[in-house]
């Protein structure tokens, strides 16, 4: 095969220039036609002539090289229709439409030009001895069939990146979190956009007239977004100038003010302007995706309150028995560490998390003169106790919400223990929901590390040796490994949700 440079120039890259293959037995044809176009351009490119001696190797070529935008295709004076197995090949085996088919035939095909153009998927039959006659008309030829390949493939590239948008936009909808979608909207962007890897992004919110990042990538990852203007008109040029000593790219930028009072900034600067097309389904795709921000940030909003509720919840019992004020919020946020570690998904742990405080929730019916009782508990007394378990069950169980029904586990079963001995139930073993084994680690230790009305908080050492001690009697034994194994976690959260008036003797605790 031979590849012709054009004007005696250093050989085109395929990207400066319109590939053109001819697929022809003699390489004169190929002199000739580049002899007639040494000096052609269309949109200010060039052609880069190949050529193929045969059908065979113009297969090779069109495998190797998918950038063709013209193959014109020799019929000569021997009669022989092999070349046209090309046309099948190129369109129906490459699935290739966008290459446009010209047969340039010997004049004894004259007569079966109507029938090659109607069997056929070519675009031009042309008689040799025409373009010889008359340069112009060749060019002429060539300036339509680069005209309708442009065309062709911009429509098709524009089909594909809505296709594109479409999906990436359905995409976002597994995302779990803000800032995870958020990385999501960089990465599709930076694909609609066409810039690769040589791209810096940001996507700033605002919520209570201040702004937070919710996801950076490249030069932008330093920004302090406490740090920024309040007013949009402001942000946007302090950001195309960010890190740079030049003046930057106007780059993509969609800023979308939502119905839940936040406000919202998507910039890029990918060290060029995305053309109007790429542009336009950059938009397309933030006002996509802009719903499903607007569904998390509601989500958000209402797992907040929820959660609030919850802890208000499992605080009205804590309260009346005079126990720490931090007490559920501890109890939640160790049972979702200590799920975790054991493998739930994160998920299911925050499902936890969210149930857990509400296991004593029980205890809103029991008399303030039993729960606050400094002393001993009668045997009665401790009766009446032991039926909060039953108690907060029976509360909980009518609801289909996954979080109350898992508080009715927690509630009914928190007090069983492994080794069986516990209450209400008996239970034994793995009898005892997994929900409840650790929600019953994550209570005792809290109350043995918490001073109450009837005792002071445990030196730690002593908490480590009954631990050990009840492991496979009071605690399931692989979840008690694991939460003495990363103690020092669980000492974290205790030490972040410290009850101000107990604060002396958590020091003592640590």
């Not at 950059?282 to 509601?298: G, H, I, K, M, R």
């Not at 509720?309 to 939640?332: D, P």
């Not at 069950?393 to 996954?402: I, N, T």
């Amino acid at each position: 095969m031979d590849i012709y440079r054009e004007n005696g120039e250093g050989e085109l890259t395929n990207e400066i220039a319109w590939n053109i293959l001819l697929v022809a037995h003699r390489s004169e044809e190929l002199l000739g036609l580049s002899h007639i176009l040494s000096d052609f351009r269309f949109e200010g490119r060039g052609v880069r002539l190949i050529h193929a001696a045969g059908i065979d190797e113009a297969r090779l070529l069109l495998e190797k090289e998918p950038n063709i935008a013209s193959v014109m295709l020799e019929l000569d004076e021997s009669g022989d229709r092999r070349p046209l197995s090309l046309v099948s090949y190129i369109r129906q085996t490459l699935q290739n439409a966008a290459v446009r088919i010209v047969i340039v035939a010997d004049r004894i095909w004259a007569e079966e030009e109507e029938e090659i153009m109607l069997g056929y998927d070519i675009n031009t039959f042309r008689i040799k001895g025409e373009f010889d006659q008359q340069e112009g008309r060749l060019k002429a030829s060539l300036v339509a069939a680069l005209r309708a390949y442009r065309d062709f493939k911009k429509t098709d590239d524009e089909k594909k990146s809505l296709e594109y948008v479409a999906l990436s936009s359905s995409l976002v909808l597994n995302a779990n979190s803000l800032e995870e979608m958020a990385q999501d909207v960089l990465r599709h962007l930076a694909s609609i956009l066409n810039l690769k890897n040589a791209y810096s992004g940001l996507i700033l919110q605002k919520v209570h007239q201040k702004w937070n990042k919710l996801a950076a990538t490249g030069k932008y990852t330093g920004v302090d977004a406490e740090t920024l203007p309040r007013e949009i008109d402001n942000v946007l040029p302090l950001l195309r100038s960010f890190g740079s000593n030049s003046p930057s790219m106007e780059g993509f930028s969609f800023y979308s003010p939502s119905s839940v009072g936040t406000e919202r900034l998507v910039f890029i600067d990918g060290l060029r302007t995305p053309s109007d097309w790429e542009y336009y389904l950059a938009e397309s795709y933030c006002a996509n995706t802009d719903a499903v921000f607007e569904n998390l940030e509601l989500r958000h909003e209402i797992e907040s309150t929820q959660k609030e509720i919850i802890y208000t919840l499992g605080g009205i019992a804590e309260t009346r028995s005079q126990e720490t004020g931090f007490h559920v919020k501890r109890v939640a946020e160790y049972t979702k560490l200590l799920a975790l570690k054991y493998g739930l998904p994160e998920e299911e742990a925050n499902l936890l998390a969210l149930a857990s405080p509400m296991h004593d929730i029980g205890k809103v019916g029991i008399s303030d003169s039993i729960l606050n009782k400094p002393g001993k508990l009668t045997d009665e007394e401790y009766a009446i106790m032991k039926d909060h378990a039953r108690s907060g069950y029976e509360m909980l169980k009518h609801s289909s919400r996954p979080i109350l029904k898992t508080a009715a586990i927690i509630a009914l079963q928190h007090h069983e223990k492994y080794g069986g001995g516990g209450y209400p139930q008996g239970l034994m073993g793995e009898e005892i929901h997994l929900y409840a084994r650790i929600t019953a680690i994550a209570d005792v230790f809290d109350a043995l590390a918490s001073d109450r009305v009837y005792k002071k908080a445990w030196p730690l050492p002593e908490i480590i040796q009954f631990f050990h001690k009840e492991r496979g009697e009071h605690f399931d034994p692989v979840l008690t490994d694991l939460f003495l194994e990363h103690l020092d976690e669980f000492l974290e959260i205790r030490a972040f949700y410290v009850d101000e008036k107990y604060s002396n003797s958590h020091t003592k605790l640590l």
